[in-house]
């Protein structure tokens, strides 16, 4: 029998190769950012990761919506770009200290978002311009909060 974990790292090899990490390897953690060709607050939001010691690989697609679907982001969290770090999935701006937490913790979720675009987020800083968010964990038993920004 196949549990969820294993379903979703096999989807993963689908979507394009999964990122797990064995040995040495996980001092320096390893995160495939999907993003569109033309989106520049993704390109932020990488270098935001880049900065906090994630390496880093992007990959250009044309069709996000398909990436989001196959990994099972629900619609209503939603943001401009999906990224995959070892088995969790992590949707739009979410701050590099939770997927940090999120891998050191490893609760049995299926991934973390910040839906939407909010302004002050990382790879959305706007001089004098800021709204709180939420990070969201996402489950096939629903969302909760895991941090709130303000």
């Known amino acids: 029998m196949i549990n969820r974990r294993q379903a979703l790292v096999g989807g993963f090899a689908i979507a394009g190769g999964s990122v797990f990490m064995t040995g040495a390897a996980q001092a320096e953690r390893s995160i495939v950012v999907y993003k569109s060709p033309t989106c520049g607050c993704c390109n932020a939001w990488v270098t935001h990761l880049r900065e906090s010691g994630l390496d880093v690989e992007t990959r250009e697609l044309n069709d996000m919506a398909m990436i989001k679907q196959r990994l099972g ?78």
Not at 83 to 101: D, K, S
Not at 104 to 130: Q, W, Y
Request: with cysteine; glycine share 8%; net charge negative.
């Open 73 to 150: 982001v629900p619609d209503e969290l939603w943001s401009c770009h999906t990224a995959i770090i070892e088995f969790y999935v992590i949707e739009g701006h979410v701050p590099a200290a939770e997927i940090e937490r999120l891998v050191a913790e490893r609760p049995a979720i299926r991934g973390l978002a910040v839906p939407g675009m909010p302004a002050g987020s990382p790879g959305m800083e706007m001089s004098g311009n800021s709204q709180p968010y939420t990070v969201h964990t996402f489950s096939d038993a629903g969302t909760s909060a895991f941090a709130h920004y303000d």
